[in-house]
């Protein structure tokens, strides 16, 4: 492996907006280490295509609400690649219902995957990323749009956003950034699974540019922050929704 990337890290990337962030940054120079939780054939299939695309890039299974596979996930990301200079929070999971009717195991899972895996992997790269790195978490921007049935979800991203702004505070002294991204509705197969046309056509007028989001644009935020015309954004969110809020 060359020693003159980049190195990134970016956690549940076998599809969907991970695999678009993951194409992106290894467009862009970045050797990648795909996390992913259970999809050994997609993880596989993204990290061939990197590599024929010239770029660097292996899988490595871990699930991010594990605190001890969290730590085997730096250790493999540095035995390959010597080092960690971004990592990119992207694992997430999503279980609509009002307040009322969440049960405990739909609680405990979005906690524990989108809450607590981010954490578990923000304070490992609090201690071994390189110093210039870089971190970007996803969020959502429900977060601001507030929709009933969200609540859970939303507050586990609220909650992410919050670490953002603190860790990125924290980090003083490493030239390291914290950032956050907050999609708007984008058209991902996750999302569009079990909407009805007249709901997705709904969704996609809400912003004043009137279309869905595409895993492309999130990725192209995220390259943004990543790379060098970033630097001097920290501890922000951005909202990555085409002016829906």
Known sequence: MTQNRKVAIVTGSSRGIGAAIATRLAHDGLAI????????AAADVLVTKI???????????ADVSVAADVVALFDETEKAFGGVDVLVNNAGVMALGRVADVDDAAF?????????????????????????????????SVVGLKFETYGVYAATKAAVETLTAILAKELRG?????????????GTELFLEGK??????KLSKMNPLERLGTPEDIAAAVAFLVGPDGVWINGQTLRANGGMV
């Not at 280490?33 to 050994?40: C, L, P, Q, R, S």
Request: charged share 20%.
């Open 33 to 40: 280490v795909i996390n992913y939780a259970g999809n050994t």
């Open 174 to 186: 490493r030239n390291t950034t914290v950032n956050a991204v907050a999609p708007g509705p984008t």
């Open 51 to 61: 590599r024929q695309a010239g770029g660097e890039a292996i899988a490595v299974k």
């Open 196 to 201: 009805s046309p007249e709901l997705i056509e």
């Open 108 to 140: 405990t899972r979005q906690v524990d995957i989108n809450f607590r895996g981010a954490f578990n992997t923000l304070r490992e790269a609090a201690k071994r990323l390189q110093d210039g790195g870089r971190i970007v978490n996803l969020s959502t």
